[in-house]
Nanobody, 125 residues
Framework: QVHLVESGGGLVQAGGSLRLSCAAS????????MAWFRQAPGKEREFVAA????????SYADSVSGRFTISRDNAENTLYLEMNSLKPEDTAVYYC??????????????????WGQGTQVTVSS
């Protein structure tokens, strides 16, 4: 069993930055791909970014590419999301997830077996 806990969310003005963290426990997650998803009010949860266990490549949604950076510290069992140039449309609950395969399917929810409880990010205009 894996337990994921996100932190680092909050209220920030447009153009500002936040760094989200996702701490994993219960299992060493260094051999598994991980990802960030988000869900805005009234909308379905959507893919944000994914990273394989090696961290040697990354995948981003077009809406965040160039502004967000996903990274991981396998020694610390922690996943990160650095968010810069934040926009009001980035307002959402952000979730981290642990999966089994990194590839084209990484942008879908189905490959991920474990999810955190989410952290709220609110960007004011």
């Amino acid at each position: 069993q894996v337990h994921l806990v996100e932190s680092g969310g909050g209220l920030v003005q447009a153009g500002g930055s936040l760094r989200l963290s996702c701490a994993a426990s219960g299992r060493t997650v260094s051999r598994y791909p991980m990802a960030w998803f988000r869900q805005a009010p009234g909308k379905e949860r959507e893919f944000v970014a994914a990273i394989p266990w090696s961290g040697r490549s990354t995948s981003y949604a077009d809406s965040v590419s160039g502004r967000f950076t996903i990274s991981r510290d396998n020694a610390e069992n922690t996943l990160y999301l650095e968010m810069n140039s934040l926009k009001p449309e980035d307002t959402a609950v952000y979730y981290c997830a642990l999966g089994a395969v990194f590839g084209p399917s990484s942008r879908k929810e189905e490959p991920y077996d474990y999810w955190g409880q989410g952290t709220q990010v609110t960007v004011s205009s």
